[in-house]
């Protein structure tokens, strides 16, 4: 029993730890690239194709972590019951809300002051499982068609933009529409992740889950897993090809072919649209049905980020920060400019600091791997301590 059901999950475990190591580099770039701070990568007029993929690959970190944590509340909960699995997901996506606003904010900002507050993927997670301890109570039929309309339906609220700091307004900030709102003269509050169709993946990644539990057939999951990759990928072509529906933002032919290109693969992230969702799940079904039963140093050196996520991002976080602040004192610069305020946020003294991208993927191979012993360490004391309840928090 063991050697059949250990490959399912480690391969679910490689794949978040892969995405969880793509991830670093765009924090990495965040930080220390050259003109970070006022440049968009994806702006068609400023980018280059090099950089434009360093932040399209790292679109697939997000939806695929988000997924994925629907998919291991299933798995959690085959062994408990309803009411103890509401119970770890409600509290738990409490503690991730915590973490959101009074951790994850400092990590980012190093503002004592909390002026700049940002609601982050974090907080999406968290939120969305207080919505999915809701959810188990419902048939699974009804928690698929929920999470189909919340995700294939929501780019029809597109056109619904609001503006101010009413109530409503803030409200549908946090629904489904990025924005920044300035309060008095000293605090912003930055919606990045807006609710929707966040809640809408991780409703569709705990009914995934039901794909391993220990007596589901292995070829019938691989059928599936191809079935599921490949229609996510061609759902993109044909809707993006025709350029209707499923993104916020249309492609548009450019003057060359390498922007026309990169502006058919420009898909909105913020809120995720139905085309980011199926260009990134796609190949993230691909590689759970091509990895399934591998095993290999490769596999093990993912494995130990994929099984202690939360740990290894707020520790990355804190890193990519501190080391953003060394070189501010190395190289000449007020390290205070790291010190992300809402009067210093896109402070113009910024607007010549960062790096090349040669250095950006330097700095993020070198942290991936200085974080490698703390994380493995780590793994090994949950895994030795699992009697520990609060470990499963952390």
């Known amino acids: 029993?063991?050697?059949?059901?250990?490959?399912?999950?480690?391969?679910?475990?490689?794949?978040?730890?892969?995405?969880?190591?793509?991830?670093?580099?765009?924090?990495?770039?965040?930080?220390?690239?050259?003109?970070?701070?006022?440049?968009?990568?994806?702006?068609?007029?400023?980018?280059?194709?090099?950089?434009?993929?360093?932040?399209?690959?790292?679109?697939?970190?997000?939806?695929?972590?988000?997924?994925l944590s629907g998919t291991s509340a299933f798995l959690y909960g085959t062994n408990k019951t309803k009411p103890q699995l509401f119970k770890f997901l409600f509290t738990r996506g409490l503690w991730l809300i915590f973490l959101e606003i009074v951790?994850?904010?400092?990590?980012?900002?190093?503002?004592?002051?909390?002026?700049?507050?940002?609601?982050?993927?974090?907080f999406a997670i968290g939120f969305s499982m207080v919505c999915l301890s809701l959810l188990i109570y419902f048939p699974k039929k009804v928690i698929l068609i929920l999470g189909v309309i919340l995700i294939a339906g929501h780019n029809a609220l597109d056109n619904i933009v609001m503006q101010g700091q009413s109530v409503i307004s803030i409200i549908w900030y946090f629904l489904h529409q990025e924005n920044m709102v300035v309060f008095g003269s000293d605090y912003v509050v930055y919606f990045k992740y807006p609710l929707i169709p966040w809640i809408g993946l991780m409703a569709l990644g705990y009914l995934f889950g039901g794909f391993y539990q220990k007596d589901f057939d292995a070829i019938i999951r691989k059928k599936w897993l191809m079935r599921l990759g490949l229609g996510c990928i061609m759902l993109f072509f044909v809707l993006r090809g025709l350029?209707?529906?499923?993104?916020?933002?249309?492609?548009?032919?450019?003057?060359?072919?390498?922007?026309?290109?990169?502006?058919f693969f420009k898909v909105t992230k913020?809120?995720?649209?139905?085309?980011?969702?199926?260009?990134?799940?796609?190949?993230?079904?691909?590689?759970?049905?091509a990895y399934e039963n591998t095993k290999n140093r490769l596999t093990d050196f993912f494995l130990v980020y994929g099984r202690v996520p939360l740990f290894y991002y707020f520790l990355h976080m804190i890193v990519i920060h501190v080391f953003a602040i060394i070189g501010m004192l190395i190289f000449g610069g007020d390290w205070q400019d790291m010190i992300i305020t809402s009067k210093g946020f896109m402070s113009q003294k910024l607007i010549t600091y960062g790096y090349s991208l040669f250095v950006v993927y330097l700095v993020w191979i070198g942290i991936v791997l200085f974080l490698y012993p703390f994380c493995k360490k780590y793994m090994h004391y949950k895994a030795n301590n699992k009697e520990k309840w609060w470990l499963s928090y952390l």
Request: glycine residues 4%.
């Open 270 to 289: 913020y809120p995720p649209s139905l085309l980011f969702l199926c260009i990134t799940l796609g190949p993230a079904m691909l590689f759970l049905y």
């Open 1 to 67: 029993m063991t050697t059949i059901t250990k490959p399912r999950i480690e391969s679910i475990d490689v794949l978040r730890g892969v995405v969880m190591v793509i991830m670093a580099l765009d924090h990495v770039r965040d930080y220390f690239h050259y003109g970070t701070f006022f440049i968009d990568p994806t702006n068609l007029e400023t980018t280059t194709p090099l950089l434009f993929f360093t932040r399209f690959i790292t679109n697939f970190c997000a939806p695929v972590f988000v997924f």
């Open 243 to 263: 350029n209707v529906y499923g993104d916020l933002v249309p492609w548009t032919v450019q003057d060359t072919t390498s922007k026309t290109i990169l502006s």
């Open 103 to 122: 951790v994850n904010t400092f990590i980012w900002t190093f503002d004592v002051a909390y002026s700049f507050q940002i609601f982050q993927v974090i």
